[in-house]
């Protein structure tokens, strides 16, 4: 996944659902990362004070993945 490309957000939830979603879009042939994961792994408390952990897509990309989780 090229780090100069805009990305968009097709999913927010706790660490693990993100790395289950990251894993089916990624299988599906959808690059995909997790962003903040790194952070909550770290402190246990930061997910609950930040927020989720969301799961990015390129824009090309976001119809067929939001599809699929939705599916």
């Not at 693990?16 to 042939?29: D, S």
């Not at 799961?55 to 599916?71: M, N, S, W």
Request: aromatic share 8%; glycine share 8%.
């Amino acid at each position: 996944m090229n780090e100069k490309q805009d990305l968009v957000t097709v999913f927010k939830g706790q660490p693990f659902e993100a790395e289950i979603i990251r894993g089916r879009l990624e299988a599906e042939g959808i690059p995909a990362m997790i962003f903040n994961n790194s952070m909550s792994a770290i402190f246990s408390t930061y997910t609950a004070m930040a927020g989720s952990v969301s799961v990015l897509v390129t824009p090309q990309d976001e119809i067929r993945a939001k599809e699929l989780i939705e599916g």
